[in-house]
């Protein structure tokens, strides 16, 4: 899933969107469940009503501007499915409050520290949905009885949570209603911000230099790239997260972009002495990357009522196993 509140930008792109791509075009016959998180956007910063409607058309967009194919995937808005939310209420009720405090996510929107420890104090502003969110996550993956769950980094620990949610629910019925799915890390490592390497590059971010979006220009991407945080170190450019965090950072970018091992990448940067040129590579490779999606993104967001209509049939075909589980679930439990 990915949620609609702005536009993709690279870490979505490598970290996951991408990876959904390279799904589509296996020969083999899965089945595909790419989803615009909708419910899950409504968490916080709440969206603009008035333009939430355009966001998530976007987001489909989005998606298809980077070869998903929607005769391949269903594709769909989390909303459009009511047993997204029937299944998060049955599944919270599996959850431990212990658990979904030790979450980080909740706590980097609520501008806690990663190690604060959530009390009655510092989270009665903090809402349920935000602080519960991971289970809506775990109802849209089990739903589908998903197998593998191809996501970033950032959701590794949501994954997990979702596994002992399945194997809870397995065990208290004596049935095996879900399977407990894979992780399917994407290859890339989470991208950064390119203004502040403490924090991920997010959708979310309202500085938006420190965001490479997908249908950015080359223009645009040459000015934040040459803007984007290295450091002062004047030998060759190497690989090295925790010394020299902002440059590993665009290391990652081209190896994402490029497919390459990081070491493969050193080698193609060893050239470069000064932190112009190199930086002039980085943005003639996410620019040529970036050209594809740029217009047919362009070209998509001219027609709503197609996106509008791509979003209804996935929706109805993914309704049909999302019923089914449903039922499922609610048989199982005595409804
Ligand atoms: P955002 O935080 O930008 O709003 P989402 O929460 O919608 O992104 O996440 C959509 C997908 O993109 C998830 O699979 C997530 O793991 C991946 N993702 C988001 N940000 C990054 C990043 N900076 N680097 C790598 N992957 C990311
Ligand atoms: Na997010």
């Known amino acids: 899933m990915v949620q609609p509140t ?9 970290g996951a969107v991408r990876v959904w791509k390279d799904l589509c075009d296996l020969k083999t016959n899965q089945n595909l469940y790419f989803g615009v998180a909708d ?17 998530r058309l976007e987001a489909i967009a989005s998606l298809l501007s980077i070869g998903i194919d929607p005769l391949k995937a269903h594709v769909f808005f989390q909303s459009s499915i009511p047993q997204h939310a029937e299944l998060n209420w ?3 009720t599996f959850a431990p409050m212990g658990y979904l405090n030790r979450m980080t996510q909740w706590k980097s ?5 990663e190690s604060d420890e959530g009390t009655l104090d510092n989270t009665s502003n903090v809402k349920l949905g935000l602080f519960a969110y991971p289970v809506l996550q775990a109802a849209d993956i089990l739903l589908y009885k998903s197998t593998h769950v191809p996501v970033g980094e950032d959701q590794s620990q949501h994954l997990e949570l979702t596994r002992t949610l399945a194997e809870n629910f397995n065990k208290m019925y004596k049935k095996r209603v879900f399977p407990l799915p894979k992780t399917m890390l994407a290859p890339t490592k989470k991208i950064l911000s390119l203004n502040s390497v403490a924090k991920k590059m997010s959708k979310s971010d309202p500085n938006q230099n420190g965001v490479v979006y997908l249908n950015d220009s080359p223009e645009e991407i040459a000015r934040k790239i040459k803007k984007a ?3 002062n170190i004047s030998e060759a450019f190497y690989y090295d997260p925790i010394n020299r965090p902002g ?10 972009t490029q497919r390459k091992s990081i070491s493969a990448v050193e080698k193609d940067i060893a050239q470069y002495k000064n932190h112009q040129d190199f930086k002039n590579y980085v943005t003639e490779v996410l620019v040529e ?15 709503l009522s197609y996106l509008e209509k791509v979003q209804q049939e996935g929706a109805s075909k993914a309704s049909e196993v999302a019923e089914q589980t449903l039922d499922e679930v609610k048989t199982t439990m005595g409804f």
Request: aromatic share 6%; net charge positive; no cysteine.
């Open 90 to 92: 049955m599944l919270s």
């Open 39 to 55: 419910l899950h956007a409504i968490t916080i910063p709440k969206p603009d009503a008035s333009n939430f409607k355009q966001l």
């Open 247 to 256: 440059v590993s950072n665009l290391i990652n970018m081209i190896s994402g």
């Open 289 to 303: 990357e970036l050209k594809e999606p740029r217009l047919k993104y362009d070209n998509l967001i001219q027609d």
């Open 6 to 14: 702005g536009k993709f930008h690279l870490g979505n792109y490598l």
């Open 229 to 231: 945080v290295t450091d």
């Open 109 to 113: 929107k609520s501008n806690l520290k």
